[in-house]
């Protein structure tokens, strides 16, 4: 340890909080000698600069443009840390008040749109500051004091994180509602299953829809796992090794409502972890609404005719008038492609980078933003698709009573008879061989098939195979009760651990 690190104390002001001699000038007209100053508009660090940054620079480096997104965020961040200021003495109770009041003032013009950036702002943490420190002087000067752009950033985007995945979860659990509620009205209806895309075995359509609803539970269960994993507060982490001032990270970490404090400064101001993480998330759910959007994109052609799309949920087209088109299951299919991909890139941004605080973490800020935004509005948009939805039972059903989809029950009714699957498997395949290459009825051939007859052609009629799925968790009527039952008090349970927006 150097003999220069000893702590310093609130009774015992150190250099940079003493009142007589501001780091940063407090009136924006009278900038120091080598910089304008933050209030006049001049970078932050003017100090250790004798010219001002270049336009290119500024141009390629800012994040302004996206990262006013996070405004509320650093508004906050910034009052709960001047408040932590005031706490242990580093800021005198006018001072804080000053700042709170100069914090008010650009909460307002945020939302309501007259905040003046100025071309000098880098990014929305200097923007902030520079209003503040225009409107309090030289109490906003004192603001950053303790803090560093890298711990306030990780602030930032961490509370962004978890406002909107929270938000996210809540879309996600209605449209898990929409799922059951249309599951239940959906009743007996029965529709083929498929592997391959090949009709496989009948199954109700609740169940189908339900398969959907189970993914979309564990995509919540990932969203709160992930909020309770991110619930740290970086603030106080400093640039990279906290700082020499008394400062309470613990205190500020309870503020902002974090369930608390980083351990490690270096790993609090580079971690980003939970942007990968949320972004896997986000992605996931995108392949899961990408797979339930090629279904509707499917279900409604023509050729299969499962599904009529609402109107108010499809496109028409320019040309063909008449087109009914299924844009919103389409883009739910083609927006997964630009989530996976805000995902590998920003991994390949994290891969090497060496700690702690890197200017390439900026670059987690625009796949998030984008990721939330686009996800958000998909789950929208398919829960109201979803809702309007009207299934045509019959097409289903129809295509579900042709006689090959019975055929693993006809095997399953040999094996009750005492015949091993496998020999039951092979009778039953050549019937439906002989059917198919001699044209010949596939029910006249069990009918008249020694081992089968008359008993087992029953198995053949209309809506009789599905019935016959009553092994636990399978697609017939006894399992499906159970499992919407089941469902339905899982959703409850989820609805309660939901957290507030
Ligand atoms: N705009 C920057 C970011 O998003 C803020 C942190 C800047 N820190 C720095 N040391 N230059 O990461």
Redesign the pocket.
């Known amino acids: 340890m150097s003999p220069s690190s000893t702590p310093s104390s609130p009774a015992k002001p150190t250099k940079r909080v003493n009142p007589t001699k501001p780091a940063i000038p407090a009136n924006p007209a009278k900038p120091t000698k080598g910089g304008t100053g933050i209030a006049g508009g001049g970078a932050l660090w003017h100090g250790r600069f004798s010219a001002p940054p270049a336009q290119e620079l500024m141009e390629f480096t800012e994040?302004l443009t996206f990262?006013r997104a996070l405004a509320l965020e650093d508004i906050r961040g910034s009052r709960v840390h001047a408040a932590g200021l005031g706490r242990v003495g580093l800021l005198s109770p006018e001072d804080v008040e000053a700042i709170h009041e100069a914090l008010d003032v650009v909460q307002t013009e945020m939302a309501q749109g007259t905040f003046a950036f100025h071309g000098s702002d880098?990014?929305?943490?200097t923007a902030v500051e520079r209003r503040v420190t225009q409107l309090a002087g030289e109490a906003g000067a004192r603001l950053h004091t303790g803090r560093?752009?890298?711990d306030?950033?990780a602030t930032d985007?961490r509370l962004y994180a978890k406002r909107h995945l929270i938000e996210l979860a809540h879309r996600v659990h209605k449209l898990r509602e929409t799922l059951l509620a249309k599951a239940v009205d959906s009743g007996q209806v029965y529709l083929p299953g498929y592997t391959h895309m090949q009709r496989a075995q009948p199954v109700l359509l609740a169940h189908h829809l339900m398969a959907h609803g189970w993914a979309l539970g564990r995509d919540q269960h990932r969203l709160l796992d992930c909020l309770r994993r991110m619930d740290v507060s970086p603030l106080g982490a400093g640039?990279l090794a906290g700082t020499s001032l008394p400062i309470d990270p613990d205190w500020v970490a309870a503020e902002l409502g974090f369930a608390r404090r980083f351990d490690n400064s270096l790993d609090a101001v580079s971690d980003r972890d939970y942007v990968a993480e949320a972004l896997f998330i986000i992605s996931l759910l995108g392949v899961h609404l990408s797979r339930m959007g090629e279904e509707i994109v499917l279900w409604a052609t023509e050729e299969f005719g499962f599904v009529k799309l609402p109107d108010a949920y499809s496109t028409g087209s320019s040309m063909m008038p008449q087109k009914k088109n299924p844009d919103i299951a389409e883009l739910s299919r083609g927006k997964a492609g630009r989530l996976i991909g805000n995902l590998t890139g920003f991994l390949a941004t994290l891969k090497s980078l060496p700690l702690a605080?890197n200017?390439d973490?900026?670059e987690?800020?625009e796949p998030l933003f984008d990721s939330i935004v686009q996800i958000k509005r998909a789950l929208s948009a398919m829960t109201g698709m979803y809702a309007n939805l009207q299934f045509d039972a019959q097409r289903m059903q129809a295509a579900a009573d042709q006689p090959f989809v019975a055929a693993t029950d006809l095997a399953e009714y040999l094996v009750t008879k005492g015949m091993p699957f496998r020999e039951a498997h092979a009778v039953v395949g050549e019937l439906v061989r002989s059917a198919l290459d001699r044209r010949l009825d596939f029910a006249e051939l069990v009918e008249n098939h020694p081992a089968l007859g008359p008993t087992a052609v029953k198995l053949l009629g209309e809506g009789v195979a599905v019935s016959r799925r009553t092994s636990p968790g399978g697609g017939g009527p006894g399992p499906v009760a159970s499992q919407i039952v089941s469902y339905a008090e899982q959703l409850e349970a989820d609805r309660k651990r939901l957290p507030v927006v």
């Open positions: 994040s990262d880098e990014d929305v943490h560093s752009r890298n306030q950033v985007v640039a605080y200017r973490l900026q987690d800020k």
